[in-house]
């Protein structure tokens, strides 16, 4: 059993910038994808990045290109979220997720078997 604990989140102005964090939990061997997702007030679940564990694959949506980057320090089993140059419409909540495997269907939520409670993220302009 996976289980994820997101953390980090806040509000903040457009411009600055956020960490999150993702503590993970349980049976990690063989490969695995680890996702960011997020979700905008009223709208569908949106994949933000993600990244193949073990060979570090990484994966980007378009719109954060650049600004945000996924990263994992494997010694304290945590994934990160770093983003730069927020801006209003990135806010959401924000959801680390877990599938077997490696990440070529990272953006559809639905392939996901384990996600954390999610971590609030508002950008004020």
């Known amino acids: 059993q996976i289980q994820l604990v997101e953390s980090g989140g806040d509000s903040v102005q457009a411009g600055e910038s956020l960490t999150l964090s993702c503590a993970v939990s349980g049976d990690l061997s063989g490969r695995v994808c680890m996702s960011w997702f997020r979700q905008p007030p009223g709208k569908e679940r949106e994949g933000v990045a993600a990244?193949?564990?073990?060979?570090?694959?990484?994966y980007y949506a378009e719109f954060v290109r650049g600004r945000f980057t996924v990263s994992r320090d494997s010694a304290k089993n945590t994934l990160y979220l770093q983003m730069k140059k927020l801006k209003p419409e990135d806010t959401g909540m924000y959801f680390c997720?877990?599938?077997?495997?490696?990440?070529?269907?990272?953006?559809?939520?639905?392939?996901?078997?384990?996600w954390g409670q999610g971590t609030q993220v508002t950008v004020s302009s």
């Open positions: 990244i193949t564990v073990p060979g570090g694959s990484i």
């Open positions: 997720a877990y599938k077997r495997d490696s990440c070529p269907s990272w953006n559809y939520p639905n392939r996901f078997s384990s």
